[in-house]
């Protein structure tokens, strides 16, 4: 009945008060499960004509951009980059890239390959960003989160050779559930399990772990069936499938590769998960095709400052060099604070203190290209992605273009934060992708062999965010920092409870022009 | 070095006996893991002319044609019915379908909507598929089998009240997580566990079932992170995420929903699997587009002759109803069992015994259209399989065109042997349908409101196979039957350990043929 009572509430609050208020008293009460995104915002009432200055075309300001005009905005958006997108972004052949410090990097993949040096998968609950890609006509296709024929390595475990994610997930399952039979069938554990629940629950872990009759997970074609053969069912004569052998169950627990099987189980992981067809950059010329028009590029601002008549910002054409000046009613800036923090700006209070002192995650993401799809070829892992405790962390293989000949681009390893990030920061590329080599052919001894050419970005040295992401250490002044300040509304994943996402992003932007919006009709 | 020594005696066997031999060598010593597959098959040596008459353009006879037409043989292929593919089939607009009994369904699909009633995904290890898919140039695209976002559904638990499968597969694991670290903290299971591993055991289970440092699986914002929030993270105000209620774990142990989470954990099944783009007839007409030249359609074979000369085989023309006789040297015969056992033929011993008793599988499949994709609309379910304990067993969102308006196709049921296969083969297809959407609409309310248009395959009921696929009650004829039989050698599905898959086709007819092209060179 609780539900009831909320949804009639909520009905009311939309009748009488317009959706603007349904959509704050929704997000207030806490209502909306599964998602807090309901499908597109209703931005109404009249603005007559105010004018608003967004400040950077990353996923957040585009989504302010693109609403506040279907609202009836003037809407002007100064972009630092010569492209739409910020951190969603995609590296191609020919794409040139320049890091703090100076060293260039040519991309010279072959057509058609590229790697997302940024965000790089959307999740199934990820519902704003999926209903902008359905909006925009974007093309989604599925990324390969877990691959049961993936590899999870330890440098000092099974002598440093990985192994394959379905025999540790396997017989680690196997392993605890035939413990915990065990224990419940020898009555060591009748006071944590009624006798109703006994024989049931031991049926239930005979299913799980795949144990015999005896509850116990031994090599047979039983446990074959789920942790693979040693040699596989075939046709014809000699074709009987053989059992394979376990793995030791001690050296799984202390190799501690258990702890690679987390992640996928993970709402923000847990299959199904899409990427854009072509690269994450999709969404971003997606907004394009909608508020290109209103864009300006190469404009680096260097000064935001508000009054009670309005917001001047000034800024710079880093094409010819000269300085202007944009004025509007109001403004939503998107601009990492990492970045804004070295920006002349008159906004107060705790949000100019977070400002000052929020820290940016480092991350480095590097995209190999070599000259055939070996991980496919010799070793059938088609997509999906191996875990390392090398810094690398982790090597993905391309969830598009399957069983294609070469030449193809994996990311060859995704540090975050850390003091990885930080001594990849310190490199230059060329002996990043020298770590990356060295690292990844630990797992791919084929790696050497078949390279052809490599880029990677090392966040902090990203000149226009200066890292992967805005860091919460706690969220002190949280409250602060999203409040309009006069005119100015900031937003962007920083400012929200996805960070590094671009749902965060969306979402954050979403809910600063809603209250703007509330804002301009109400006063 | 047992690996070395093996390896040493197969390049012998390879060097002076030819592929054939090494072929053999390595099935019959259970060599090649992971797969028997190890790339395309080799037939050295000159047939000198011999023809060879495939019987049936499915798979298995595809194969057929398609190598040994490339190892030189004259090949001619007869197919019953007036396209390639047998079971590899997709039921498209415009498509027509007579069952035996005479019921005729029209599909009236939207253009681009399909169904495939047979074989429907291609599992990652299931080498040779895949590698034909490669060499045909066939693309391929990930079929979702598990989505941690639909259903499981049990008509007697949870007040019939379909649960997300993250849900229960959370909550099962975090419920038997805690047991097993409890127990062994407690001392209840020194016997089994060393005092080496206790710690980094229970480590462990903190990591596998989301526990907390008691070692408790508790509502929370870390349990939350798995299954699911109450209220999702957002942006900018009242972004803060509320933790989600678990389910009773008493309840979700007598439901017996964990039934249904085994099924993704097989290897057959485990993440990526694959389907190829717009439809599984794709692989046979990649194989039409090579062989095509080869096959006669319509030809519906009434006779099966050899004797010390050659095979003379008699056929229909369904198309005139003429009677025609081809002859050859030699005969690869991938009729079904079910339908070879009706046909006058003089194969002899225990493949003879095998054909007129060998039991055909039935089993039921539906597609179904609706008028929008209300499964990713409504409930965001982008691709995966719902299980139900009702007769239609599944439900199956299409693993394409994902976040597209409607009408959209699903598979709206998938039985497999048993009564309710019996009991849809006894329907005429409108009553089939009904049932589809009775079941249907248990787990989907949206189902008769938006449902359009509907087909189903009974297995049992189509005429060129009679059934889904061959069943071994035991294998004590297998070794018989498969067999060269004097000039004719069987092949198939039915004569592999990997009955129903396209694979064990396609590795049947390989092991078949090249233990015929043996037969032909060395005699």
Not at 459 to 469: D, I, N, R, Y
Request: net charge negative; charged share 20%.
């Amino acid at each position: 009945m609780t539900e009831f009572t909320r949804r009639n509430l909520l009905t009311m609050i939309g009748a009488t008060a317009g959706s603007t208020a349904m959509y704050h008293a929704m997000t207030s009460m806490g209502y909306a499960a599964p998602s807090d995104y309901s499908g597109p915002i209703k931005l109404d009432g009249d603005p007559q004509g105010a004018k608003v200055l967004v400040l950077g075309a990353g996923l957040a300001g585009l989504t302010a951009a693109y609403e506040m005009r279907a609202a009836g905005y003037e809407v002007e958006v100064l972009e630092f980059r010569e492209k739409v997108g910020g951190r969603c972004w995609t590296l191609r052949s020919g794409d040139s890239f320049t890091e703090l410090g100076g060293a260039t990097q040519n991309v010279d993949f072959a057509e058609g390959n590229y790697i997302n040096p940024g965000p790089w998968r959307l999740p199934h609950d990820h519902h704003a960003v999926l209903d902008y890609c359905k909006r925009l006509k974007v093309p989604l296709e599925p990324f390969i989160q877990l691959n049961y024929n993936s590899y999870l390595h330890k440098s000092d475990a099974f002598d440093g050779k990985p192994q394959r994610l379905r025999h540790i997930k396997s017989d680690y399952r196997g392993h605890v559930s035939e413990l915990l039979a065990k224990g419940i069938n020898q009555g060591d554990l009748d006071k944590l399990v009624s006798s109703d629940d006994r024989e049931v629950l031991i049926e239930s872990l005979r299913s799980f772990g795949a144990l015999n009759e005896q509850n116990e997970y031994v090599k047979s074609l039983e446990t074959s069936v789920y942790r693979g053969y040693g040699k596989q069912p075939g046709g014809g004569v000699g074709a009987e499938p053989e059992a394979s052998d376990l793995l030791d169950p001690q050296q799984i627990v202390q190799s501690r590769l258990w702890e690679y099987l987390a992640t996928h189980e993970t709402v923000d992981h847990q299959a199904p998960m899409f990427q854009p067809v072509g690269g994450m950059d999709g969404i971003a010329r997606g907004f394009e095709r909608e508020v290109g028009d209103l864009i300006t590029y190469n404009a680096k601002v260097v000064s935001l400052q508000q009054d009670e008549n309005g917001v001047t910002v000034t800024w710079e054409n880093t094409s010819d060099g000269g300085t202007q000046t944009s004025t509007a009613d109001y403004c939503v800036c998107t601009i990492p604070f990492s970045v804004l923090g070295q920006i002349d700006h008159n906004l107060s209070g705790g949000l100019a203190d977070t400002i000052s002192t929020m820290y940016y995650n480092g991350s480095t993401k590097w995209g190999l290209e070599f000259k055939r799809r070996f991980w496919e070829e010799d070793e059938n892992i088609y997509g999906g992605i191996s875990y390392t405790d090398q810094a690398i962390s982790q090597i993905s293989y391309p969830s598009t273009g399957y069983l294609s000949d070469g030449p193809g681009v994996l990311l060859g390893g995704y540090t975050w934060r850390g003091e990885n990030s930080y001594k990849f920061n310190a490199m230059q590329p060329d002996e990043r992708l020298e770590w990356a080599l060295r690292q990844g052919e630990k797992i791919h001894p084929q790696y050497r062999e078949e390279f052809k050419t490599g880029v990677s970005v090392a966040w902090h040295k990203v000149p226009w965010v200066l890292g992967c992401s805005g860091v919460w250490e706690n969220r002190e002044n949280y409250d602060e920092a999203v409040k309009i300040d006069n005119r100015v509304v900031c937003a962007g994943e920083h400012l929200s409870y996805l960070p590094a996402w671009q749902e965060g992003a969306i979402l954050s932007s979403l809910d600063a022009i809603s209250r703007l919006h509330d804002k301009v009709i109400n006063g």
